[in-house]
């Protein structure tokens, strides 16, 4: 199985400041044939199940504000929030569908500093 | 609009049998995958499986492999999830989610049905 870690496993930013969560697979999740990274990044409230914020390690699924941008290629990428909104407040996680089984990062919690 | 609805949240007995139940609406039910995720109480999400309703080819993660049972009906765009016999480490939320593709992210969920089990 393709392991993934997030870093930190909490943050807490200011309103309006920007945060930053870490992603790393064991192993490349970056397909030759095609030029992808098979990388999501998921957000989960509180209660609520998760959405689909990125796939293809940077591509914003519709209706995701633009604050939200990934990064990254192979084994390491960041998903960041450019400027923290209240309604931000969530776990963040990352999930590699390189290879079955589909695993996810542990989380990542973000607060309001 | 998109939906997947989940039937409503369960109390059972170890060594009881359950099937959870998440119904599909508002997309063709039989041209995507649907998949289970398991999040235990202050946990993170394990993937477990996925089924492809157009002809029920089911994959599953190897950690729950034999422990659990996804199976669909076309008829009525449902798709379970069930066990045969219940332990307190079912304990859990369940979720199903839409994938455009057995390699592919989750682009919709359900609500999610509790599943706790004690004695």
Redesign the interface.
């Known amino acids: 199985d393709i392991v993934m870690t997030q870093s930190p496993d909490s943050l807490a930013v200011s309103l309006g400041e920007k945060a930053t969560i870490n992603c790393k697979s064991s192993q490349s999740v970056l397909y030759s044939s095609n030029s992808k990274n098979y990388l999501a990044w998921y957000q989960q409230k509180p209660g609520q199940p998760p959405k689909l914020l990125i796939y293809w390690a940077s591509t914003r699924k519709s209706g995701v504000p633009d604050r939200f941008s990934g990064s990254g290629s192979g084994t390491d990428f960041t998903l960041t929030i450019s400027s923290l909104q209240a309604e931000d407040v969530a776990v963040y996680y990352c999930q590699q569908y390189y290879s079955s089984p589909l695993t996810f990062g542990g989380g990542t919690k973000v607060e309001i500093k | 609009e998109v939906q997947l609805v989940q039937s409503g949240a369960e109390v059972k007995k170890p060594g009881e049998s359950l099937k959870i139940s998440c119904k599909g609406s508002g997309y063709s039910f039989t041209s995507y995958w649907i998949?289970w995720?398991r999040q235990m109480p202050g946990k993170?999400?394990?993937?477990m499986?996925i089924i492809y309703p157009a002809d029920s080819d089911t994959?599953?993660?190897?950690?729950f492999q034999g422990q659990v049972t996804i199976s669909a009906d076309r008829s009525i765009n449902t798709a379970y999830l069930q066990w045969t016999s219940l332990e307190a480490s079912d304990t859990a939320m369940y979720?199903c989610?839409r994938q455009d593709g057995?390699?592919?992210?989750?682009?919709?969920?359900?609500?999610?049905t509790l599943v706790t089990v004690s004695s």
């Open positions: 998949g995720v993170g999400l394990e993937w499986g994959r599953y993660s190897p950690s979720y989610a057995s390699g592919q992210p989750s682009d919709y969920w359900g609500q999610g």
